[in-house]
T-cell receptor, first 110, second 115 residues
């Protein structure tokens, strides 16, 4: 079955440092989404990328979809304590089953 | 927009018992998803509905699990003869699925503990 892996699994950064998480799918994705889950919370939608090579920005967050539509990345510039949480990539397979990545847990040290 | 509502928030049951969870999606969202999440893992797809039709079921969903969305609004997820391995957070999400944008809005989940 489809697998969606993310690296790193955990990341600790000093406040103000940058952070990147990488997402890799075993199959081509029609689109990819990113979600953030705060500790004790539920996943919250951040963004959807559809086009090959697409790059989108949301303030300090930059999202990229790979040319082959099998990988994606999320980069946060100058992290803040409010960025703490687990970031998941997710996407549908051809049958519309939705696969979430393994997640990257971000800790920001003030 | 009152958000996705799940009930109960917590459920403790003994092994072998049946449990049922309810999900009320955001009004007029035609897609509804069920996921299972264990500690430190991403949400694991279980099944989804387009209106009242159940369109996909994960191969991981054993015959002890059944889900319904009888009128295309709220949905229930039933687990029969619960096992300790069923202990997890069960998340429901709904989506308006407009213009191929499948943004999913999650509920707070039902945490199941099987003793």
């Amino acid at each position: 079955g489809q697998q969606v892996m993310q690296i790193p699994q955990y990341q600790h950064v000093q406040e103000g440092e940058d952070f990147t998480t990488y997402c890799n799918s075993s199959t081509t994705l029609s689109n990819i989404q990113w979600y953030k889950q705060r500790p004790g919370g539920h996943p919250v939608f951040l963004i959807q990328l559809v086009k090959s090579g697409e790059v989108k920005k949301q303030k300090r967050l930059t999202f990229q979809f790979g040319e082959a539509k099998k990988n994606s990345s999320l980069h946060i510039t100058a992290t803040q304590t409010t960025d703490v949480g687990t970031y998941f990539c997710a996407g549908p397979d051809t049958g519309n089953q939705f696969y979430f990545g393994t997640g990257t847990s971000l800790t920001v040290i003030p | 927009d009152t958000g996705v509502s799940q009930d109960p928030r917590h459920k403790i049951t003994k092994r072998g018992q049946n449990v049922t969870f309810r999900c009320d999606p955001i009004s007029e969202h035609n897609r509804l998803y069920w996921y299972r999440q264990t500690l430190g893992q991403g949400p694991e797809f279980l099944t989804y509905f387009q209106n009242e039709a159940q369109l996909e079921k994960s191969r991981l969903l054993s015959d002890r699990f059944s889900a319904e969305r009888p009128k295309g609004s709220f949905s229930t997820l039933e687990i029969q003869r619960t096992e300790q391995g069923d202990s997890a957070m069960y998340l429901c999400a709904s989506s308006p699925f407009r213009d191929a944008r499948n943004i999913q809005y999650f509920g707070a989940g039902t945490r199941l503990s099987v003793l």
